[in-house]
């Protein structure tokens, strides 16, 4: 199992809406993909239900986790068809022992897809964090393959960039060497200059973190998720569809499907992906 956790202390980044794309996406790959809303704001829950109320409660949530004799209380999202934990509005209860949410996202570990037998078990968990330095953000970061932090390219987001690597590599990295550290710039307004300026000068200053796609400000990224659809589905401009679906698609390439035999699957290129690759070069040297 390989475990994404989608943070920044930052908020209205998009650490929701990229989340749900994350699980949209694997899930739709054929992976068996579990996303977990870890923000007592219950958004990814909302998103993954269409239902605003949905978190008002303690039974049935994320929450069980932290006690081990309760069951793991899985639903299947009737509009995108991953699996997912739901948010509770009481999840702050828990923001006071590190060492036991570690062990409670622990169990994910071991968690198996119902009705698909012994073993089946989640080959991605996607946890979407609150927006707030605390035990809901640092552990999963403790245990997890990947740390997925969107930023929007402004002032803001590039100071909490920065903190966001002191934290990273003061704090996290030492216990958790395997975690990779990977950037998305998202929210882009494609007419102001000084986020293009600022997109292009985090990409150049650190091309191991920043992911080379950015994600562009677009009213139909929210209209598409309301009718079910990632963006590259709902999108109408070639380049931001390709930025959207090639993102999500490399974030998944080292997942595998299979515990035992890491290299069993074979995700297939998408049919455009040289030309996607060609006109990527092409722009790049203009
Ligand atoms: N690329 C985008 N284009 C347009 N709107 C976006 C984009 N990304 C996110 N949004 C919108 O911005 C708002 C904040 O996004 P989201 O909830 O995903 O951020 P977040 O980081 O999870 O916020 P929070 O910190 O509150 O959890 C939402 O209304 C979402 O629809
Ligand atoms: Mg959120």
């Known amino acids: ?28 790959m054929g ?9 007592q704001q219950g958004s990814a829950t909302f998103l993954a239900t269409g239902d605003g109320d949905r978190h008002q409660t303690m039974d049935g949530t994320a929450l069980d986790l932290w006690y081990p004799d309760r069951k793991i209380p899985v639903q299947t999202s009737p509009i995108f068809g991953f699996d997912f ?25 071991t968690l198996e897809k119902a009705d698909e037998g012994p073993g089946a078990f989640y080959h991605l968990v996607v946890v979407d964090c609150p927006p707030a330095p605390g035990v809901r953000q640092v552990a999963p970061l403790l245990i997890a393959d990947k740390h997925i932090a969107p930023v929007t390219p402004d002032a803001l987001g ?11 590599t003061g704090h996290i990295r030492p216990d958790n060497p395997k975690l990779e550290f990977k950037v998305l710039i998202n929210r882009v307004k494609a007419n102001s200059a000084t986020n293009l300026t600022i997109a292009s000068a985090l990409l150049e200053g650190f091309p191991d973190w920043v992911m080379p796609h950015q ?26 569809r390709d930025a959207w679906y090639q993102t ?3 974030l998944l390439q080292d997942v595998p499907d299979d ?13 455009d992906a040289e030309e ?6 092409e722009g790049g040297e203009q």
């Open 85 to 109: 934990l739901q948010a509770s509005a009481g999840l702050d209860a828990v923001d006071d022992d590190a060492a036991a949410a570690v062990l409670a996202l622990r169990r994910l570990d």
């Open 1 to 28: 199992m390989k475990l994404f956790a989608f943070a920044n202390q930052k908020g209205g980044v998009g650490k929701t809406t990229l989340a749900v794309h994350m699980a949209i996406h694997a899930h739709n």
């Open 276 to 281: 996607i690759l060609t006109k990527q070069r």
């Open 259 to 271: 515990e035992d035999n890491p290299d069993s699957r074979e995700v297939q290129e998408p049919d």
């Open 215 to 240: 994600l562009y400000e677009r009213e139909d990224v929210r209209k598409g998720l309301r009718l079910g659809k990632p963006y590259w589905e709902a999108c109408r401009d070639d380049a931001q």
């Open 248 to 250: 999500f698609y490399s």
């Open 31 to 39: 992976f068996r993909t579990l996303l977990v809303d870890l923000d």
């Open 158 to 168: 590039t100071q909490g960039l920065l903190s966001l690597v002191q934290t990273y």
